[in-house]
């Protein structure tokens, strides 16, 4: 267990960073399991696809998972998680109108585990270790329809998170943080939110050539259509089919390491981890502490 505050996982050992991926991994093995029982069309993104295709598992300082989801099976998962999943292990966490995760997508978390952001502090949610559950929509043609989906997509991400985003420009912590001073009520961000959402879906996944991920680069979904199998650390994991065109366009010559000096985790606001017991054995220690 770790007391000390703002804690950064580029200042893991190598063991605890090797520890904190296996049990990722424990999630996203389980996760995988669910949807494969559930017919849920899911694949591995970002660099979690990256580590895939050059390391057969996590690339070696990453500290994450995401996986990608079309809408629909994106929209079926998070009705039936929590009814027929295993929830003394695992749940999906996402925001509702009276519960703020914190996070803008769905998150599968480990209940038997802690790990409380900076960010998370004062709030009664699961603390528990996560991977990212990200959805993808199909995207306008129109350059205007286009960039007001654009819009929409930074307003639900905001509103759904509630608070400023840490890796972003300093003018966009600014407008984020004025523009969650002035919608301060959590009933007035879901309203908005559920409007940029209903907005951002009347472009169905299954219609258009190009998706996204809220505000993340264009995509051709032929690289999304089908998937691949590849090893990630002993399981075979699914990845698109069109990998190449979609690692060059996020990485570029992606089979090449970054500098080393690049080579570290992401992860630098952590408040208090605990991968052996679960969060709820810190509620009013470590988070929700009444003053």
Known sequence: MKET????????????????????????????????????????????????????????????IDVQMPRDDYEKLIR?????????????DITT?????KFP???????????????????????GLKIDVEFLDGVPENKYARKFNL???????????????ARASKLKKRVSYILLKLF??????????????????RYKYKDHKTVRYLFCSL??????????YFDFEGYK???PAGYDSYLRSAYHDYMKFPPENKRKPATDNLFFYDLDHSYKDYKGIKYCVKE
């Open 5 to 64: 505050k703002s804690i950064s996982v580029k200042d893991f050992s190598p063991e605890e960073l090797r520890k904190w991926q296996l049990k990722l991994l424990e999630i996203l093995v389980y996760f995988r399991d669910f949807c494969e029982e559930h017919k849920l069309f899911f694949m591995l993104a970002g660099g979690t696809c990256l580590g895939a295709v050059r390391h057969k598992g996590f690339i070696p300082w990453d500290d994450d």
């Open 80 to 92: 039936i998680w929590n009814k027929e999943a295993d929830t003394s292990r695992f749940v999906c």
């Open 97 to 101: 109108k009276n519960y703020c995760s």
């Open 105 to 127: 997508m769905a998150v599968i978390r480990s209940v038997n585990t802690t790990c409380i952001y900076d960010h998370s502090i004062n709030s009664d949610i699961c603390q």
């Open 151 to 165: 819009y929409c997509a930074y307003l639900l991400s905001l509103f759904r998170a509630q608070r400023v985003p």
């Open 184 to 201: 301060s009520s959590n009933s007035v961000r879901w309203m908005i939110s559920r409007f940029c959402e209903n907005r951002i879906m």
């Open 219 to 228: 995509q051709e979904k032929s690289a999304f259509e089908e998937v691949v």
């Open 237 to 239: 994991m699914p990845i």
